[in-house]
């Protein structure tokens, strides 16, 4: 996908399986089909399904965000009139190419001590098996979850100082405390969403911003330098503010800004987030620190 070949464990999921879960909503023609219209809503993502009577295939699907601050149509697809069910298929094309056998990293990098963004329940800290983000990368990530477009129970945002090494490797999705389908020895990368050809993954990324997986495997022990047989290293928990805070200054006018601009960077409001950790003063739209002292630092590998 985009270049890169992503080793994923998890089954295929369709967003057509939303039907199981939709309401009927009436019948229209659309596309010259009479279809019956299906609506369900996940958070704050409106679903609207529209499926031909005569042989129940998906004919439409349109998404639309709809919160206090933004009611945006995200997605919207029409599908053909040729969806026939497949007889015969080449199995060639179920081969994984070359690609899929190579490590996939960028070119060598040097050691950097670097603030990666993570937003997180009050009560989870750690950054082992977790994704972390630069500040553009994790506007776009927080207002997903501010604007309730993505369901989440997460509460606190953090800036960390962190050692790595800047050989990236391939992005890893980390959830459920493990990082799944890419490099366990090193710093995942990818801009975010992984829009860009091969993720983004060796990109500058300026516009849009970064995401990072930090696999435990690839994590130092207290007593190993970042470079070795290791490629990351937590120095200090920074700040962190409560995503509350974070609406009082201004957040979800800014996401919506961000997102009507439509362009994929989320300036304004990683404007919001950045002046919150600059300062605990409101009046320069700083919060005030979450925890009553620094956390220490979760415990390195043994």
Known sequence: MNGRCLNYTMPYASPFALYNLATLQGQAEVDGRQCNLYNVFIGALNYSIAVEQKTNY?????IVIESEDLTRVYYSNSY???LEPVSSFNPSLFTKPQLCYDEQLCEEGGVED?????LHPHDTITLVNKNVADLLGDAQFVCQVATGMRPSNDTILSTFQVTVNTTWGLYSPCNGGECIGGSARLVGREAAEGVKWRGGQCDANDDIGSWYSLPGTAQCAEDEGVGGSCAWKLHHLAKSVSIDCLRERGLL???????????????????VMLAAMQSTDPLHGGCPHVYASARPAPAARS
């Open 58 to 62: 998906p004919v439409a699907m349109e």
């Open 114 to 118: 670097m603030l990666f963004w993570r």
């Open 253 to 271: 006018p800014a996401c919506a800004d961000d997102i009507r601009r439509g362009n994929g960077t989320f300036s304004s409001s990683g404007g």
């Open 80 to 82: 053909g009139s040729d």
